[in-house]
């Protein structure tokens, strides 16, 4: 007979110190959302716009439109770029309250500062309803992977729980499928207020990849109110902390008009 | 159709046909419809005549009421009903003439306009997915459950039929999720076909991508250099690693076994990040393309010593699991699927190798690097919940080998060779995923675009079987009898 309470203890503590200083965030060479540097651009050229399978790059008149709401790190556009205009970068922590944050504006746009929020009260404490509106499984993979020991969830007040009821923020993965419309709005309608949305993952925030057709919406966008964007394809454990505390005002929100802060 | 066999078969002739198969020991793999030459709906069967033999596909045209198979390979019977509801034919004295992956009663949404099934009408086929069967028993009580269901899960509804503990009949409906994946491929490149098939099921991306490529290779006649070739292997088996320890972990979750739970999630973020620093991915996505791979990969120097010393900590794991009685009370004798049913309804992949069938794409129909390989494929007589998770406790193993093997002997040159789409061009491709069999067709048309994807995943087919452990069981063993299948529910939907 296996005696597991000793053997976990024989084993001691695997979940890491971060988001506190000097802690590893587990993503070591992980490739992020593709940096965009509009000065490296050829004028006329568009190939990352050409390549792009969603859309997130669209070239206009004024130059390329980026928008990294759509964007599902397939690295096309990195490839494709001749100038490294599109570079690979390991920038994944997306999670902004403004859907406009993820689209490219010169020069970024400045902070505001966010007044008391009715958020407070819940920044120890925050219980998660997960709904999947049709996701591929990578969403679902990486938000179960945040109870593993590495990231241990729990440690930062925040928590899964099975019933709407007790939940303070729903969290949708997936572009909505016509089946899953009716399921996800009762979910959100059994919630007490104050409640929250987040959009995780590019399907979510846009629709991704699936968006469209005869089965798909476009995210949650005229869904449902969204408190939280967080694009990814499938936004690492990592990034969906930092949202998380970046909404209980834990952590700043690093990214605003498409640029991330240094 | 490159990579199998083409034989045009009349409508009249296949029943008989399709009786001949199974008379001679052969095997249905799966059924799609597509649009022909002509523009009119076209059905396509693909078999494999008897253990070790290349597939055949049969393709034929049907009548306004082709004959149902169903009888003859009852897993054929979800084959119809999708394509009854995606293309709008009628399949006659269907056992269960219900839809399968539409919700609302929408006009066939794949239908060719000038075929079988005109697009502007309703689908023949007016019961929802969601009808049960009726229950005159007053003590008989139904407890649905899902969409939405407890803990972080995919959604998908489970009806069961129940008196105090016993279940007598579970119903589940699998296509909340339907996102009409294989729709999206319409129209677009190979190279932007790779994206969604990574992206049909996330935790299959490498298995799916690979299946792709295949088919598009067959299609296009291209040749993937050998470095590619073994990068492949390397790729496949990663994904396989950290699918089969996610699954011990899962189901250490079922047996309450929180210590085992912890740990067997602990090493799956191991593996995960392991994929991360080989190729940016933890999915291991971005890499696979037509011809080859999108990047070289350097694993030589360090990624051998983590392989070993995470095979040390498994084994130590296993250990310790198989000294839990509490663990392996609740296994051993749980969920039988017997060979004869896993044949019948088409279970695939280690769900059928703990059923006492030895298949495995990767030695029976080899394809990147694997005839190369040393391979060696468990299999287990019992068919229940311990002996589904003993196969993938010995998969984990073999994966390890295999990979080392990859490592010592990577050939060096080019990963990618150019892949020019060919018009109208059809290819079959194959992979093995850590679930079973995955099957690709790949139609080209005219302008060298995707015409028509069908994707036949392992959790379709795995899912098909599944019901057939619950119904007559208890409701204390149901999440262990499923976790113990180790499905996915968007594989199943796309």
């Known amino acids: 007979m296996a005696l597991w309470t000793l053997i976990g203890l024989a084993k001691g503590k695997a979940t890491t110190r971060w988001p506190r200083k000097g802690g590893n965030d587990g993503q070591e060479g992980l490739l992020g959302m593709p940096r965009y540097h509009p000065d490296r651009c050829t004028p006329g050229c568009a190939d990352c716009a050409a390549i792009c399978p969603t859309g997130a790059i669209q070239a206009g008149d004024g130059g390329l439109a980026v928008d990294y709401g759509r964007c599902v790190v397939c690295q096309l556009c990195v490839e494709a770029c001749p100038t490294g205009a599109m570079a690979a970068s390991a920038d994944w922590a997306f999670g902004v309250r403004q859907r406009n944050d993820l689209r490219w504006a010169e020069p970024a746009p400045e902070a505001t500062p966010s007044g008391r929020s009715e958020r407070r009260g819940f920044r120890r404490s925050l219980h998660i309803r997960h709904v999947d509106a049709g996701s591929c499984n990578g969403c679902e993979s990486e938000l179960q992977a945040l109870n593993n020991p590495f990231y241990n969830l729990h440690r930062l007040g925040i928590f899964f729980t099975p019933s709407p009821r007790f939940a303070d923020l729903l969290l949708v993965t997936g572009p909505v499928t016509a089946a899953m419309a009716a399921p996800l709005r009762a979910t959100y309608d059994a919630m007490p207020q104050p409640r929250w949305v987040m959009a995780a993952g590019t399907c979510a925030v846009s629709g991704g990849i699936a968006a469209g057709g005869y089965a798909c919406g476009h995210g949650l966008d005229g869904v449902l109110p969204v408190d939280v964007y967080l694009p990814g394809c499938p936004p690492n454990p990592a990034a969906i902390i930092q949202a998380l505390l970046m909404f209980l005002d834990r952590a700043p929100q690093q990214v605003r008009g498409g640029h991330i802060g240094q | ?494």
């Open chain 2, 1 to 494: 159709m490159k990579g199998t066999e083409i034989r045009d078969i009349s409508i009249e002739d296949l029943p008989a046909a399709a009786q001949q198969l199974l008379d001679s020991l052969g095997r249905m793999q799966m059924a799609y419809a597509c649009a022909g030459q002509d523009g009119a709906v076209e059905l396509r069967y693909l078999g494999t005549p008897a253990a070790g033999g290349s597939f055949v596909l049969w393709r034929c045209k049907p009548t306004a009421e082709p004959p149902s198979l169903a009888a003859i390979w009852p897993l054929l019977g979800w084959y119809e009903r999708e394509i009854m509801d995606l293309f709008g034919l009628r399949f006659r004295d269907h056992p269960e003439p219900n839809r399968l992956v539409l919700h609302a009663n929408i006009p066939p949404p794949l239908a060719p306009a000038n075929g079988h099934g005109a697009a502007a009408q309703p689908s023949l086929n007016g019961n929802s997915p969601r009808a049960l069967p009726e229950m005159q028993a007053p003590d008989v009580q139904l407890l649905p459950f899902g969409p939405v269901r407890a803990d972080v899960l995919e959604s998908a509804e489970f009806n069961f039929f129940y008196i105090g503990e016993q279940i007598l009949h579970y119903q589940p409906q699998l296509f909340y999720k339907h996102r009409g994946m294989e729709d999206r491929f319409q129209g677009v490149d190979a190279t932007h076909g790779v994206i969604l098939a990574e992206r049909v099921s996330a935790v299959g991306s490498v298995a799916h991508a690979l299946a792709f490529c295949h088919a598009v290779e067959a299609a296009c006649d291209c040749t993937v250099p050998p470095r590619a070739q073994w990068l492949r292997v390397l790729l496949a088996e990663l994904e396989r690693l950290y699918n089969h320890l996610h699954y011990l972990g899962h189901l250490c979750n079922t047996t309450t076994l929180k210590v085992g739970e912890a740990q067997g999630k602990l090493l799956e973020e191991r593996a995960k990040q392991i994929n991360a620093r080989l190729t940016g991915s933890r999915f291991l996505r971005s890499l696979l393309i037509p011809g080859g791979l999108r990047r070289d990969l350097q694993p030589k120097d360090w990624l051998s010593a983590a392989l070993e010393a995470l095979r040390a900590d498994i084994a130590q794991y296993v250990r310790h699991l198989e000294a839990s009685d509490s663990h392996l009370d609740r296994l051993l004798t749980t969920g039988v699927l017997t060979h004869q049913v896993a044949f019948e309804q088409g279970a695939t992949g280690p769900v059928q190798r703990a059923s006492n069938t030895d298949r495995d794409l990767r030695r029976d129909h080899p394809y990147a690097a694997y005839a190369e390989v040393p391979l060696t494929i468990p299999v287990r007589e019992e068919g229940d919940a311990y002996a589904r998770a003993r196969v993938r406790i010995e998969e984990i193993d073999a994966s390890i080998t295999i990979m080392q093997h990859v490592l010592h002997s990577l050939p060096d040159g080019p990963v990618r060779s150019p892949c020019p789409p060919v018009p109208l061009a059809e290819g079959l491709g194959w992979a093995e995923s850590p679930r079973g069999t995955l099957f690709y067709a790949v139609h080209f048309g005219s302008d060298g675009r995707l015409a028509r994807v069908k994707i036949k995943s392992p959790s379709f087919s795995n899912w098909r079987a599944f019901p057939f452990t619950v119904h007559d069981t208890n409701m204390m063993d149901y999440a262990i009898n499923e976790a113990s299948f180790g499905l996915t529910i968007s594989g199943c939907a796309r």
